[in-house]
């Protein structure tokens, strides 16, 4: 694995690129900064719907903490206990892929 990041390439192969002009250049830079990751974290719809519940009404510790010490542990309070990473990952980059549809999911951006 190196050290170079998906936008080091790609900035590398724009550059090799022959033929492209420096606004085609500029709209691909721009488009590529718009886009979402590839590996985007897959979480339950239900799993998603606490995600989007919490998610400015609390903290990260927060949910990890009622899912640990809920009364009574549901299957999805379940699910973020064994998953935290996949859900801490989704918390932060505000999207996700829905497990049983495929649909990404975005928060609303804050007003």
């Not at 886009?35 to 998610?55: C, F």
Request: charged share 30%.
């Amino acid at each position: 694995m190196s050290n170079e990041t998906k936008r080091d390439v790609f900035e590398t192969f724009a550059d090799e690129c022959a033929g492209l002009n420096d606004e085609i250049y500029k709209r691909y830079l721009k488009q590529y900064d718009a886009a979402l990751p590839d590996d985007l974290p897959v979480i339950p719809e239900a799993v998603g719907e606490i995600l989007r519940s919490a998610h400015g009404q609390t903290d990260l510790l927060d949910v990890f903490e009622t899912a640990k010490n809920g009364h009574k542990i549901s299957e999805t309070l379940a699910w973020i206990i064994a998953n935290q990473n996949t859900f801490a990952r989704a918390w932060v980059l505000g999207v996700w892929r829905v497990e049983e549809t495929g649909e990404i999911v975005k928060l609303e951006a804050e007003k």
